[in-house]
């Protein structure tokens, strides 16, 4: 699998909004949970959202006109989000290019876990603020200055961390420390944009802000990936872009977050002076009211045993993808496929991963939302063993001049049905290649998974409300 594609799936990544709480199998919990609340069943849905204010005078729905420019807003914030996801994406295919171990890079993929433990400060993001400056500026303007800064310090010595190509190679453990910090800090403002987003939209058109996220996100890898691979490649600069061959490409890694840091730093100051929060709103009883409260009540959900078990689940369900997802594209790479042809494969599958989750939301919507992911994934579970026979036949078809037009064609295939399955996981002699082994190991765990525990995941859906809901004591 691409590592243009497969990264971002470790990142923050939500289907384009309707106005239905559908639910996301690969990270989301079933319809029927909602936050803790010491009043009856019902009306659950929206309980993150804060009720509109009582006014004399009626005020009729908004359309998404009226607010386009907050729509906008949150579409530019998103698009800031995936940059940095869309470097670090970019990172293992240069690593590989610099015949870095398989170990180096199994080091450098704890830089994707920011955006996986976030919930481990969240409440802290959400309790903490200054009232004057706003709930979420209060986080999101510091964040981003930071992430600026960050990027242009960062652009004066990633060189010397990816090495010289003269015998100094990279430097893995600080690349992955200081991508990591980079990654928190994007992961810390995608918390401030998630709440913000509840509160900027009115109710009638709060259901564009997942389409903002969905699009966005998707639009800031594809630039901080797919664009940056293109424009670093020598080689792909030459041929397409150039009149005269150069060394090197038209842009460098340092060129790159050099120009989004400075980006970052002006979005941050036009957002900190010309945006205002909705100070009107008036707190809902699921509101906590502190730190403590607030890391509470997240234990209190985490230790209800529906949600549990669901949590234990889903941590296990993609197993059986993991060396197809995280290895495949590396291999591609170790095999001679240029690493920016292989990131520009991801340019088709940004249409299909903005409409896909669209056409099959008409089936997670429903009361069996699981279903779904549970029918889809015996048919990805063999996509991996197609992927590494492609991995097997690539050598095979490489010729002089570089691989052919149908390789290509194959790969964009096999990527495509990816996506589908996806949105719905002495001396000593090497006579077999690791990979192979751990493609198959890999898949026969996932099917031991779907075979055992799918049952129990899709039986989840028959729980009752009162699974899903705990009692908060005051």
Same mark, same amino acid.
Request: glycine share 8%.
């Given at each position: 699998?691409?590592?243009?594609?497969?990264?971002?799936?470790? %990142?923050?990544?939500?289907?384009? %909004? +309707?106005?239905?709480?559908?639910?996301?199998?690969?990270?989301?919990?079933?319809?029927?949970?909602?936050?803790?609340?010491?009043?009856?069943?019902?009306?659950?849905?929206?309980?993150?959202? *804060?009720?509109?204010?009582?006014?004399?005078? $009626?005020? %009729?729905?908004?359309?998404?006109?009226?607010?386009?420019?907050?729509?906008?807003?949150?579409?530019?914030?998103?698009?800031?989000?995936?940059?940095?996801?869309?470097?670090?994406? =970019?990172?293992?295919?240069?690593?590989?290019?610099?015949?870095?171990?398989?170990?180096? !890079? $199994?080091?450098?993929?704890?830089?994707?876990? *920011?955006?996986?433990?976030?919930?481990?400060?969240?409440?802290?993001?959400?309790?903490?603020?200054?009232?004057?400056? @706003?709930?979420?500026?209060?986080?999101?303007?510091?964040?981003?200055?930071?992430?600026?800064?960050?990027?242009?310090?960062?652009?004066?010595?990633?060189?010397?961390?990816?090495?010289?190509?003269?015998?100094?190679?990279?430097?893995?453990?600080?690349?992955?420390?200081?991508?990591?910090?980079?990654?928190?800090?994007?992961?810390?403002?995608?918390?401030?944009?998630?709440?913000?987003?509840?509160?900027?939209?009115?109710?009638?058109?709060?259901?564009?802000? =997942?389409?903002?996220?969905?699009?966005?996100?998707?639009?800031?890898?594809?630039?901080?990936?797919?664009?940056?691979?293109?424009?670093?490649?020598?080689?792909?600069?030459?041929?397409?872009?150039?009149? !005269?061959?150069?060394?090197?490409?038209?842009?460098?890694?340092?060129?790159?977050?050099?120009?989004? %840091?400075?980006?970052?730093?002006?979005?941050?100051?036009?957002? &900190?002076?010309?945006?205002?929060?909705?100070?009107?709103?008036?707190?809902? /009883?699921?509101?906590?009211?502190?730190?403590?409260?607030?890391?509470?009540? #997240?234990?209190?959900?985490?230790?209800?045993?529906?949600?549990?078990?669901?949590?234990?689940?889903?941590?296990?369900?993609?197993?059986?993808?993991?060396?197809?997802?995280?290895?495949?594209?590396? /291999?591609?790479?170790?095999?001679?496929?240029?690493?920016?042809?292989? &990131?520009?494969?991801?340019?088709?599958?940004?249409?299909?991963?903005?409409?896909?989750?669209?056409?099959? +939301?008409?089936?997670?919507? @429903?009361?069996?939302?699981?279903?779904?992911?549970?029918? &889809?994934?015996?048919?990805?579970?063999?996509?991996?063993?197609?992927? &590494?026979?492609?991995?097997?036949?690539?050598?095979?078809?490489?010729?002089?001049?570089?691989?052919?037009?149908?390789?290509?064609?194959?790969?964009? #295939?096999?990527?495509?049905?990816?996506?589908?399955?996806? /949105?719905?996981?002495?001396?000593?002699?090497?006579?077999?290649?690791?990979?192979?082994?751990?493609?198959?190991?890999?898949?026969?765990?996932?099917?031991?998974?779907?075979?055992?525990?799918?049952?129990?995941? /899709?039986?989840?859906?028959?729980?009752?409300?009162?699974?899903?809901?705990?009692?908060?004591?005051?």
């Amino acid at each position: 699998m691409s590592p243009a594609i497969a990264a971002k799936e470790g %990142g923050r990544q939500r289907r384009p %909004g +309707s106005h239905h709480h559908c639910l996301d199998v690969r990270s989301e919990v079933p319809p029927a949970l909602a936050l803790c609340g010491d009043g009856p069943a019902g009306g659950e849905a929206e309980a993150l959202l *804060p009720p509109e204010p009582e006014t004399p005078t $009626a005020r %009729g729905p908004r359309g998404c006109r009226a607010e386009l420019g907050s729509v906008l807003l949150l579409l530019a914030l998103y698009v800031l989000q995936g940059i940095p996801l869309g470097l670090a994406g =970019s990172v293992p295919l240069i690593l590989q290019s610099k015949n870095a171990s398989y170990t180096e !890079q $199994a080091f450098f993929s704890f830089v994707f876990w *920011p955006f996986s433990l976030k919930l481990l400060w969240a409440p802290l993001v959400d309790a903490v603020y200054l009232r004057r400056f @706003g709930r979420r500026k209060s986080w999101l303007v510091p964040t981003q200055y930071v992430l600026g800064l960050f990027m242009i310090y960062l652009s004066t010595q990633v060189d010397l961390l990816l090495g010289d190509g003269q015998g100094r190679g990279p430097d893995v453990v600080a690349l992955t420390v200081t991508f990591f910090l980079f990654e928190f800090l994007a992961a810390t403002q995608d918390i401030a944009v998630d709440g913000w987003a509840l509160t900027m939209l009115s109710r009638e058109n709060v259901g564009y802000a =997942s389409t903002c996220n969905s699009v966005g996100q998707t639009a800031g890898y594809f630039l901080g990936n797919v664009l940056f691979l293109a424009l670093e490649s020598a080689s792909f600069c030459n041929k397409y872009l150039r009149f !005269q061959p150069q060394p090197r490409g038209i842009v460098t890694l340092s060129d790159f977050l050099f120009f989004w %840091g400075a980006v970052f730093l002006i979005t941050t100051t036009l957002v &900190a002076l010309l945006k205002k929060e909705n100070k009107e709103l008036t707190p809902t /009883k699921e509101e906590t009211k502190g730190i403590t409260d607030t890391y509470k009540l #997240l234990f209190s959900i985490i230790k209800m045993p529906a949600v549990l078990t669901f949590c234990l689940l889903i941590l296990t369900a993609k197993v059986g993808f993991s060396a197809a997802d995280a290895v495949t594209g590396l /291999k591609l790479v170790e095999e001679g496929v240029p690493k920016e042809h292989l &990131a520009l494969l991801a340019v088709p599958m940004v249409p299909l991963q903005i409409i896909l989750p669209l056409i099959i +939301s008409k089936y997670t919507a @429903g009361p069996q939302p699981l279903n779904t992911f549970y029918k &889809a994934m015996p048919f990805r579970l063999l996509l991996g063993l197609e992927f &590494a026979f492609l991995v097997w036949w690539t050598p095979r078809v490489r010729h002089e001049g570089g691989f052919p037009i149908y390789y290509y064609v194959v790969v964009l #295939l096999s990527y495509a049905l990816h996506q589908l399955c996806t /949105k719905a996981g002495g001396s000593c002699v090497t006579t077999l290649d690791g990979y192979y082994v751990e493609s198959v190991i890999c898949v026969i765990l996932g099917f031991g998974w779907w075979f055992l525990l799918g049952p129990k995941f /899709k039986k989840l859906q028959d729980e009752g409300q009162s699974s899903w809901k705990c009692k908060r004591t005051n």
